[in-house]
């Protein structure tokens, strides 16, 4: 065989061979962090390891797909990084994320062999978009173009870019080019040389199932938590009601709410969500968070400034008293205070289960732990909370706090109408819609029916009129939305 014709047959093994050369295929994504959905396709690029600075990332595999309107990401990065997060603070990058989304070099900011229409500086915080002729507008990220979850650091990360809409194809199918590099001397660049060429799939994703608003037939518990942002439910105190009356909860577990007293909060919900047959709700408060129950509120205790209650259910609901955990521990950049009270929180979880504790529990009861977490900072933090790990030894022994499951369950939580799962956004920030608030719980007494995100700006139009709401009310309630868990006792 000549040189040239044998250089031939292992070019095209070797295209054979590269998963590069494998079209992903359209693909229903839940931006959500977790990569079930991803199967066992194959990376479309592996970048070497070793490659980056030394205090940098070190960029490894990249996924792509996508659903017809947006590019998904799954990238590995080499080593923890709060991806929203310059390298000025703990742990941050200068990742930038480089996309000629109409596959045109004659469009856009020319960089190398693309013409850049999107450019993505993640731990900068910015987008930054080039029109035709290169003109550079910036939008913030609060927008919602650009997702990455998991909020909390990680290595790895599921990213969702909504892609500009382009000029008709004629039949073909879209093409986009990429790729990423850490800004600084030295940053890993993915990949090393030239770009990746992405293929859309043939088909768009249909949307999801809608999550109905509606409780399940049969006995369940429905337990509602929101922060309501600096009490605006007392500033649209009827945008919350007839949200509320949609819903239909057993318990309300409020957070950031200074300025209510607890007889307030009771005498409004007795008001907007009357209990009949003469009951009414029973509110336990500590600082600004309150926990509201149509049972019965036993004991409860306060950590740090988080409420853990005992509520007795109902013998339709198993008869079984459930520990709940409503918490909202400290925001933002406040990892130290955060560690504090997340220890301190699952110390107390510790200590229930062991005969201590601010009240006397049995210990297989249901238990639940909720509420505005602000898990923006480590993910040693929510492996706290879950897992039952401490951040500091000292507060040591580990434990199970699922007890023989282990580690909690968490609930999905996502948006009723899209394959979306933050919880908390605001349009002008400079942050990205993220994930802040969870629910977790124990999986061996309590069985998951249902859990959602009801985002009114994410809902039709017949599904917004079926519940008596408009599509501006969860904007209004407040900067979080809320979180809705159905459960069944086991
Ligand atoms: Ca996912
Ligand atoms: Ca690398
Ligand atoms: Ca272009
Ligand atoms: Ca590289």
Same mark, same amino acid.
């Given at each position: 065989?000549?040189?040239?014709?044998?250089?031939? /047959?292992?070019?095209?093994?070797?295209?054979?061979?590269?998963?590069?050369?494998?079209?992903?295929?359209?693909?229903?994504?839940?931006?959500?962090?977790?990569?079930?959905?991803?199967?066992?396709?194959?990376?479309?690029?592996?970048?070497?390891?070793?490659?980056?600075?030394?205090?940098?990332?070190?960029?490894?595999?990249?996924?792509?797909?996508?659903?017809?309107?947006?590019?998904?990401?799954?990238?590995?990065?080499?080593?923890?990084?709060?991806?929203?997060?310059?390298?000025?603070?703990?742990?941050?990058?200068? +990742?930038?994320?480089? +996309?000629?989304?109409?596959?045109?070099?004659?469009?856009?900011?020319?960089?190398?062999?693309?013409?850049?229409?999107?450019?993505?500086?993640?731990? %900068?915080?910015?987008?930054?978009?080039?029109?035709?002729?290169?003109?550079?507008?910036?939008?913030?990220?609060?927008?919602?173009?650009?997702?990455?979850?998991?909020?909390?650091?990680?290595?790895?990360?599921?990213?969702?870019?909504?892609?500009?809409?382009?000029?008709?194809?004629?039949?073909?199918?879209?093409?986009?080019?990429?790729?990423?590099?850490?800004?600084?001397?030295?940053?890993?660049?993915?990949?090393?040389?030239?770009?990746?060429?992405?293929?859309?799939?043939?088909?768009?994703?249909?949307?999801?199932?809608?999550?109905?608003?509606?409780?399940?037939?049969?006995?369940?518990?429905?337990? /509602?938590?929101?922060?309501?942002?600096?009490?605006?439910?007392?500033?649209?105190?009827?945008?919350?009601?007839?949200?509320?009356?949609?819903?239909?909860?057993?318990?309300?577990?409020?957070?950031?709410?200074?300025?209510?007293?607890?007889?307030?909060?009771?005498?409004?919900?007795?008001?907007?969500?009357?209990?009949?047959?003469?009951?009414?709700?029973?509110?336990?408060?500590?600082?600004?968070?309150?926990?509201?129950?149509?049972?019965?509120?036993?004991?409860?205790?306060?950590?740090?400034?988080?409420?853990?209650?005992?509520?007795?259910?109902?013998?339709?609901?198993?008869?079984?008293?459930?520990?709940?955990?409503?918490?909202?521990?400290?925001?933002?950049?406040?990892?130290?205070?955060?560690?504090?009270?997340?220890?301190?929180?699952?110390?107390?979880?510790?200590?229930?289960?062991?005969?201590?504790?601010?009240?006397?529990?049995?210990?297989?009861?249901?238990?639940?732990?909720?509420?505005?977490?602000?898990?923006?900072?480590?993910?040693?933090?929510?492996?706290?909370?879950?897992?039952?790990?401490?951040?500091?030894?000292?507060?040591?022994?580990?434990?199970?706090?699922?007890?023989?499951?282990?580690?909690?369950?968490?609930?999905?939580?996502?948006?009723?109408?899209?394959?979306?799962?933050?919880?908390?956004?605001?349009?002008?920030?400079?942050?990205?819609?993220?994930?802040?608030?969870?629910?977790?719980?124990?999986?061996?007494?309590?069985?998951?029916?249902?859990?959602?995100?009801?985002?009114?700006?994410?809902?039709?139009? %017949?599904?917004?009129?079926?519940?008596?709401?408009?599509?501006?009310?969860?904007?209004?309630?407040?900067?979080?939305?809320?979180?809705?868990?159905?459960? %069944?006792?086991?």
């Amino acid at each position: 065989m000549r040189n040239a014709s044998r250089a031939l /047959v292992v070019l095209v093994t070797l295209a054979c061979l590269t998963p590069g050369t494998v079209w992903a295929k359209s693909l229903a994504v839940v931006t959500d962090g977790k990569f079930d959905e991803w199967g066992g396709r194959r990376p479309r690029v592996t970048d070497p390891a070793g490659d980056g600075q030394s205090e940098g990332l070190d960029l490894g595999r990249l996924w792509l797909a996508d659903d017809g309107q947006a590019l998904f990401l799954r990238l590995e990065v080499g080593r923890e990084t709060l991806l929203q997060n310059s390298p000025n603070q703990v742990i941050g990058n200068l +990742l930038r994320l480089y +996309l000629d989304t109409d596959r045109k070099k004659t469009t856009g900011l020319p960089v190398g062999s693309l013409g850049v229409d999107l450019e993505i500086r993640f731990g %900068e915080r910015r987008i930054i978009r080039y029109d035709a002729a290169g003109n550079a507008t910036e939008e913030p990220p609060g927008a919602g173009a650009v997702q990455a979850l998991p909020t909390f650091s990680s290595d790895v990360f599921e990213i969702r870019v909504e892609l500009p809409p382009v000029e008709k194809l004629s039949g073909k199918r879209r093409k986009v080019r990429l790729f990423l590099r850490e800004e600084g001397a030295g940053g890993d660049r993915l990949p090393n040389a030239g770009t990746v060429t992405y293929k859309l799939g043939k088909k768009a994703v249909a949307p999801p199932k809608p999550i109905a608003l509606e409780r399940a037939a049969g006995d369940t518990l429905r337990i /509602v938590s929101i922060n309501v942002e600096d009490a605006l439910i007392g500033v649209v105190p009827e945008i919350y009601a007839r949200f509320l009356q949609s819903i239909q909860p057993d318990i309300v577990c409020l957070q950031s709410l200074r300025e209510w007293s607890a007889s307030l909060t009771a005498e409004y919900l007795d008001m907007v969500l009357p209990l009949g047959g003469g009951r009414t709700w029973t509110v336990t408060q500590v600082d600004d968070i309150h926990t509201a129950s149509a049972f019965p509120i036993l004991a409860a205790g306060s950590i740090d400034a988080n409420l853990v209650t005992q509520i007795e259910l109902p013998a339709a609901l198993g008869g079984r008293n459930l520990v709940l955990f409503n918490i909202h521990p400290p925001c933002c950049d406040n990892d130290p205070g955060r560690d504090e009270e997340v220890d301190n929180l699952m110390a107390t979880w510790r200590d229930l289960l062991s005969g201590g504790g601010p009240f006397a529990i049995d210990p297989e009861d249901p238990m639940i732990l909720l509420g505005d977490m602000n898990l923006v900072g480590f993910q040693r933090q929510f492996r706290t909370l879950r897992d039952g790990v401490f951040v500091d030894s000292s507060n040591g022994p580990d434990f199970a706090p699922g007890r023989a499951e282990g580690s909690l369950r968490e609930a999905p939580l996502r948006h009723t109408h899209r394959r979306l799962i933050h919880t908390w956004r605001r349009a002008g920030s400079d942050f990205s819609p993220g994930k802040l608030d969870f629910a977790l719980y124990t999986g061996d007494a309590l069985e998951l029916v249902q859990s959602f995100v009801p985002d009114t700006e994410g809902m039709p139009q %017949e599904a917004l009129d079926a519940a008596g709401l408009e599509a501006g009310d969860t904007l209004e309630m407040s900067d979080h939305l809320p979180l809705v868990v159905d459960f %069944e006792p086991r």
